[in-house]
């Protein structure tokens, strides 16, 4: 395992266990040296987690010294990994001939001489960090008590005046509505909210507006702050106090009981209004909660943290009183940062308009960021010069500067207070860009290639990694962007100043080396351990020669560059991803086989067309993904990567011995077709461990071998659906019939969570296998028809949460109904049919857990639809088909769905609490398959509408067309590139988008004309 804080000290520790084994008993002359550093090794490794509690009060000296014992923890096991090569490589099978075996023997003995004499140095090496280590008494150094107290960063936020601050009205009133609201009897029962957000978004300060706008209305009332090792006893003695307004007798002996004792029996028949500020631990929350009795006096509790799963536990069982603070509007943001500096909101020179907008895109709506940039540019002349030296020092020069140095002490508490394995993973994050959209999948995987997931009892390595994402984004220290339908964050961002805190304290530890890139300062440290390239902005940027990037573990490159480094010179990578180097050739991979310890290898390059047959030889690979490049066929040598996990490719054609790489378990997407071999098929079968299958089908049911591509492939479905398969997504031409998959599918694949059709294809009812499908959780299918039948036998699925069907007619002309005992669990439905007829009844009951619904409408439709009936839901898209039409008939259908959407919407919007402007979602779209081409789709009332709406378009930021979960929209992204070749008809889309505001909501009208 490798760390931050320790190096890779514990993974060398185990390598030197390896050394003393069986298998490298012939190292005699060394045992007693591998012995030792073993020992002397582990000592250090104590220590230096030791160490990472503390890090914060480390002096110069001491982290310097850990430092040195970190780079030789690396050196130590690059060592050890070449000399494991080496004797692994001359000690393969026999080969015939006694020369042969006559000249290995030599090898070895040389590689064996040579080893002996690298230990003994590295030995020395190790004494030497010991004896500096009691030389300095690092220990007493380290450990001694501290008196020094730091003031704390918040205060500030408490005393803020009113007048100053931008952007808090209705986040305030918001939070008092919340906690203020309520009928009968609810009013008298004790509510807590909790506010929670990152750091610097400015819980504190809106927590104390909001006490101070309740304050009158409580006569007992208390406000404190928590730190991330808080004093129990103070906290409550504080409390007790502030509620009182009394001292007593002999507090300085009570006990935490004492003082709960205490504070329950004052406010026993009181109604007060506490506020507990920055929760860093549930068990902190759980004894402060003890002292607050539930009195039925209408109380009120208010807490604020950085973390998600406190925030909930603080108010649980009502979720939904958590308060989630948003970002700074562009508008309050600029209003925020003008005031600060020009003591006006109106006073901005219009000539650095342009410059300040470039300094707030940093600040991301950080009302902490935009207070201390402004802090340092109102010491600054108010010159646009000034201003751009300013905007071009934030993350490297600025670092020094007071305000900024505050800043970042404030961000630094959520950092601090993450465990050393978070923390690893999290400064890992600033290789990648500015504003780069971190893939979760990519990131775990590139995280288990370094060394940095901690498995035991043999656990996944990949949830264990997805557990330590979630925990990142459960913390706020990582920014979610795509989330799944089932509330799963599959991808995110790091904000400009967290990641300017990263880059610090990398570039501090010698973690990771940054070169390119916007505003980024080289600081060389002799070896650079983790490399990142980024020539987005600067191509022509150099690695200095001065530079040792022979034992780099990573190296990620951004952009294209003639002067990017030479793979042969970086043999000890364990990561090499390489992302939009257009202008790439094939001979830089040339060396690629020197790369022995590679276990990650992502190429997002479309001018690569081939990689060398030496691929063969990474034996340690476990990631290959050449999902964006343009490689025709793979390596022949690919089936002897025997540590492989994860295979991403384009629509290529099967290997012929696929079934050798046995620790497979993603493929994706494999093409079939005339050109591939019907046999390769049968080796799928033997990827026992495969979880997740992506295939391209081409084969014709007219070809006279069709039949053998057919056996073999359900032969081994069912093979991989008796044993680990999660997901499989099928992708297809129109003319490439899947009707094999109805009924011969068997036994039931009964771990499968996901099933998507990404093609033109339709079944022509539901397969009989998936009604068996108890974990099946999301489904993409295409029927035709559609009938009553199919929807009941989807809505007794269990798990299901995402549900898109897409059919042509429905078989019931007197509409499809869906009653309260189906889709009990569904949270999103998708219904796409081109002739749907009176359509889908929502009847009471129904769905009680959809959120979104995206739903067709024929213009000759029922009026009736049921959506007040769906009363969880928040999210509606109603697209009617105007084919054929009038616009009187469009105009009435579309009262119809307006009034009902907004019918369904409108109650809960009055409940909700989180406070995100696409809470609430209502689009109508109006497709054309022009039938009918004289025939006018668009309503009257939209078209009188259309310069009202241009003129608006500059409000919308979004639409819920992103909203698409995350599979359906892969498996399209990837049929669409597969299957252009075959696309022979061309689609327009126009849209216009107006923000109403309406009973205090958003609302989004969509309007768009396609051509089918």
Request: with cysteine; net charge neutral.
């Amino acid at each position: 395992m490798a760390s931050a804080s320790t190096g890779v000290m514990t993974s060398v520790i185990g390598k030197l266990t390896t050394l003393l084994g069986e298998e490298y008993t012939k190292l005699t002359s060394v045992q007693r040296e591998v012995n030792f550093m073993k020992d002397e090794l582990s000592s250090m490794n104590s220590l230096l987690q030791r160490l990472a509690e503390v890090d914060g009060d480390l002096d110069v000296q001491t982290k310097e010294w850990r430092r040195q014992v970190q780079e030789m923890s690396y050196d130590i096991e690059d060592c050890i990994d070449d000399f494991m090569h080496r004797i692994g490589h001359n000690g393969m099978a026999d080969s015939a001939g006694l020369v042969n075996k006559v000249v290995r023997q030599i090898k070895l003995l040389r590689v064996r001489h040579q080893i002996a004499s690298q230990i003994k140095d590295l030995k020395a090496r190790v004494e030497d960090a010991s004896k500096r280590h009691m030389r300095y008494k690092l220990d007493d150094r380290a450990f001694q008590s501290r008196t020094m107290t730091s003031i704390d960063p918040r205060l500030p936020s408490l005393y803020a005046e009113p007048e100053g601050l931008v952007g808090i009205d209705k986040p305030r009133d918001d939070l008092v509505r919340l906690l203020m609201q309520g009928e009968g009897s609810s009013v008298q029962q004790l509510k807590v909210v909790s506010v929670v957000g990152p750091g610097g978004l400015g819980k504190t300060t809106l927590a104390n507006e909001v006490y101070r706008r309740l304050e009158g209305q409580f006569k007992c009332r208390a406000f404190v702050s928590l730190s991330q090792q808080p004093d129990v006893k103070k906290i409550l003695s504080n409390i007790l106090y502030q509620v009182s307004q009394q001292e007593y007798v002999n507090m300085e002996i009570w006990d935490e009981e004492k003082f709960i004792n205490a504070i329950r029996d004052f406010l026993q028949r009181k109604r007060y209004l506490i506020v507990i500020d920055d929760i860093w631990s549930t068990q902190a929350w759980r004894t402060i909660k003890c002292a607050l009795c539930d009195n039925n006096c209408g109380s009120r509790i208010m807490t604020t943290t950085r973390i998600v799963s406190i925030a909930r536990s603080c108010c649980s069982p009502q979720h939904d009183h958590v308060y989630e603070i948003m970002p700074l509007s562009a508008h309050n943001s600029k209003s925020l940062l003008v005031k600060r500096i020009f003591g006006s909101e109106n006073t901005c020179p219009p000539q650095l308009d342009e410059i300040s907008f470039k300094i707030l895109g940093k600040c991301k709506g950080v009302p902490l960021a935009i207070v201390t940039i402004a802090s340092v540019l109102a010491n600054k002349a108010s010159t646009k010069e000034e201003w751009d030296s300013v905007h071009n020092s934030i993350g490297s020069t600025l670092e020094k500067d007071p305000y900024v140095e505050e800043m970042r002490r404030i961000l630094s508490l959520s950092y601090d207070d993450l465990p050393q394995h978070l923390k690893t993973c999290l400064l890992y994050l600033s290789i990648f860009p500015e504003d780069y959209e971190i893939e979760r999948d990519q990131v775990v995987r590139r995280w288990i290639a370094e060394g940095f997931i901690n498995t035991e009892g043999g656990q996944d390595l990949e949830e264990i990694g997805k557990c330590y994402f979630n925990d990142l984004v459960n913390r706020s220290m990582i920014q979610p962007v795509k989330i799944k339908y089932d509330g799963r964050v599959v991808s995110c961002r790091v904000h400009d100043m967290i990641l300017d805190l990263l880059i610090s304290k990398s570039i501090e530890e010698n973690f990771a080396t940054f070169i390119g890139g916007k505003n980024q300062k080289l600081v060389l440290r002799g070896k650079a351990r983790r490399l990142s390239l980024n020539y987005y902005f600067y191509e022509h940027t150099m690695v200095p020669s001065t530079m040792i990037i022979s034992q780099c573990r990573s190296l990620s490159i951004f952009g294209y560059s003639d002067q990017m480094p030479s793979l042969s010179n970086c043999r000890a990578l364990r990561v090499l991803d390489i992302e939009n180097g257009e202008e790439m050739e094939h001979k830089y991979f040339e060396h690629i086989r020197v790369l022995r310890q590679l276990k990650y290898l992502r190429l997002n390059l479309r001018s690569i067309t081939s990689l060398p047959e030496q691929l063969g030889e990474l034996q340690h690979l476990r990631t290959l993904d050449l999902g964006e490049t343009k490689i025709k066929n793979l390596p022949k040598s690919i089936v002897q990567l025997q540590n492989l996990t994860c295979l991403r490719i384009t629509n290529l054609e099967l290997p012929e011995e696929i079934g050798n790489l046995h620790a497979l378990q993603e493929l994706s997407v494999i093409k079939i077709n005339q050109n591939s071999s019907a046999s390769s098929l049968l080796g799928l079968g033997s990827l026992i461990k495969l979880r997740i299958l992506r295939l391209y089908w081409c084969i014709v049911n007219t070809r006279p071998d069709s039949k053998a591509f057919v056996d073999n492939l359900l032969s081994s479905l069912r093979k991989l659906g008796r044993v680990n398969l999660r997901s499989l997504y099928i992708q297809s031409s129109y003319s490439y019939s899947i009707d094999f998959l109805l009924d011969s599918w068997f036994p039931t694949p009964h771990l499968l969570q996901t099933f998507v059709m990404g093609m033109e294809y339709h079944f022509p009812r539901i397969p009989f296998w998936i009604a068996s499908l108890d974990n099946l959780t999301y489904l993409d299918i295409n029927v035709d028809p559609v009938e009553q039948k199919a929807l009941d036998v989807l809505g007794n699925l269990p798990s299901l949460l995402y549900l898109r069907v897409t059919s042509k007619a429905t078989a019931h002309k007197e509409g499809l109904i869906i009653s309260s005992s189906m889709f009990i669990c569904l949270k999103e439905f998708h219904f796409t049919c081109w002739s749907s007829g009176v359509g889908l009844i929502f009847e009471v009951g129904a769905m009680m857990k959809l959120e979104k619904l995206r739903i067709s409408f024929d213009v000759g439709a029922g009026l009736y639809f049921g959506f007040q009936h769906l009363s969880s839901l928040k999210h509606l898209v109603a697209e009617i088909i105007c084919s054929g039409v009038t616009a009187q008939e469009v105009q009435a259908l579309e009262e119809a769905i307006r009034n009902a959407g907004a019918e369904a919407l409108l109650p809960q919007t009055v409940a909700r609490t989180r406070m995100c402007p696409s809470d609430h979602q209502f689009q109508l779209r109006y497709s054309n398959k022009l039938d009918n081409p004289q025939r006018i789709p668009m309503p009257s009332t939209i078209a009188s509408s259309l310069p009202q709406i241009s003129s608006r378009l500059i409000q919308v930021t979004h639409s819920l067309e992103h909203e698409v979960s995350e599979e359906a929209a892969e498996a399209r992204r990837l049929y669409s590139k597969s299957s252009r070749d075959h696309s022979k008809g061309s689609r327009k889309k126009t849209a216009q988008e107006i923000t109403a505001r309406d009973h205090g909501r958003t609302q989004r009208i969509h309007v768009s004309f396609q051509r089918r």
